[in-house]
């Protein structure tokens, strides 16, 4: 691209977002899930490694779509390990550890349980539901 081309590039896109116009050609539409149940191995296939595929996680094997997180879920975010599993054991207990991430609540404590289940109420605010875990 010319040093000319690449000034008016810029100088189109500081007018575009003073305007607040969006450029039709940056905007890539995103995936949607399916809303469908999932065994373990299909969500394993949501895991955001793809960016054509929809993110997916699940926590008391209710599956939502957290596409539109992907700063968060998506590789090298901060919660990417949760992505494609059921994280349930893992936000019961505020861990991040890959082998927490898991469907298993076994002696977990009340107070843990009820953490989880508010992380359950935040994903439903946020994001849709998509299906169950089989
Ligand atoms: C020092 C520790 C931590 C800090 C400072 C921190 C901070 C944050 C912040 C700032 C957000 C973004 C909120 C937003 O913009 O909506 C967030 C989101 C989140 N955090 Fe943490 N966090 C920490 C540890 C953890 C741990 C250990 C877990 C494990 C369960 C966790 C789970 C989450 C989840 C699941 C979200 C995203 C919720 C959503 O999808 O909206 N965080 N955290």
Avoid: N
């Avoid at 191995?41 to 008391?60: F, H, M, N, V, W």
């Amino acid at each position: 691209m010319s040093l000319a081309k690449i000034i008016a590039h810029g100088i189109r896109t500081k007018i575009r977002e003073a305007l607040g116009i969006e450029d039709p050609a940056r905007k890539i539409p995103a995936p949607v899930a399916e809303r469908r149940d999932y065994t373990a191995d299909e969500l394993r296939q949501y895991d955001g490694t793809d960016p054509s595929k929809p993110i997916l996680l699940a926590a008391r094997g209710r599956i939502f779509d957290v596409t539109r997180a992907r700063s968060f879920y998506g590789p090298g975010g901060p919660y990417g390990v949760f992505a494609g599993k059921d994280c349930s054991r893992a936000l019961a207990l505020l861990s991040t550890k890959e082998e927490d991430c898991v469907g298993d609540l076994t002696g977990l404590s009340d107070a843990e349980l009820e953490k989880l289940d508010d992380w359950i109420d935040t994903f439903s605010a946020k994001y849709d539901e998509i299906g169950k875990l089989v």
